[in-house]
């Protein structure tokens, strides 16, 4: 089955430090890849995605990720935290098994950012 | 441009109900999909309706259904609910549901099932 995978379900880093949270998936071929946050009691909020075009990709609010092929890995990294980066993060797939598939979720990754 | 909206926000239902929820996506999209958002499970895909039509499907339980009009509205119906249906139900649009088509979310209706 086609399936993605957070590696860490929390992840805590000190103000300033960097972020790393992790992603793979599992796919016969290149899926389009995203990664949204989600803040307590608030909806999903797009950080970036990759469509085949560059391989690393740069979001919003200093957020960027690399596609890795061979890896089958899209890990999310920030190189300063913010408190108000705290949140839930979603590693998202679209197209795993044809173009217009359903989207699949990662299960998520709590980060916590202490001061 | 407004964004995703959904109604309503806050829902209470007793169990054997049935219930309705609303999403209305962004102007121009004609894609939208339903998710389920549960502590336990995370978020699960429902449904995905494009032009009027059920374009694919999770894997839940028929009670579970929804439709969409011809100006890209939608809503989605939970028929005998049960106290495991108490979740968080989010709203996604985009332009086609297309490869590497952006969704947007709503802020999701939070259903509770007494």
């Known amino acids: 089955a086609q399936s993605v995978t957070q590696l860490d379900s929390h992840v805590s880093v000190s103000e300033g430090t960097p972020v790393l949270l992790r992603c793979n998936y599992s796919s016969s071929y290149s899926p389009s890849l995203f990664w949204y946050v989600q803040h307590p009691n608030k909806g999903l909020q797009l950080l970036l995605k990759y469509t085949s075009a560059a391989t690393l990709v740069k979001g919003i609010n200093g957020f960027e990720a690399e596609f890795k092929k061979s890896e089958t890995s899209f890990h999310l990294t920030k190189p300063s935290a913010h408190m108000s980066d705290a949140a839930e993060y979603f590693c998202v797939a679209k197209g795993v098994k044809t173009s217009y598939d359903k989207v699949i979720f990662g299960p998520g990754t709590s980060l916590s950012v202490i001061p | 441009k407004a964004g995703v909206t959904q109604t309503p926000r806050y829902l209470i239902k007793t169990r054997g109900q049935q219930v309705t929820l609303s999403c209305s996506p962004i102007?121009?999209?004609?894609?939208v999909s339903w998710y389920q958002q549960t502590p336990g499970q995370g978020l699960q895909f429902l449904f995905e309706y494009f032009s009027e039509t059920q374009r694919n499907k999770g894997n839940f339980p028929g009670r579970f259904s929804g439709r969409q009009f011809s100006n890209s509205r939608s809503e989605m119906n939970v028929s005998t609910l049960e106290l495991g249906d108490s979740a968080l139900y989010l709203c996604?649009?985009?332009?086609?549901?297309?490869?590497?088509?952006?969704?947007?979310f709503g802020p999701g209706t939070r259903l509770t099932v007494l």
């Open positions: 102007s121009g999209h004609r894609s």
């Open positions: 996604a649009s985009s332009l086609s549901g297309g490869p590497g088509d952006t969704q947007y």
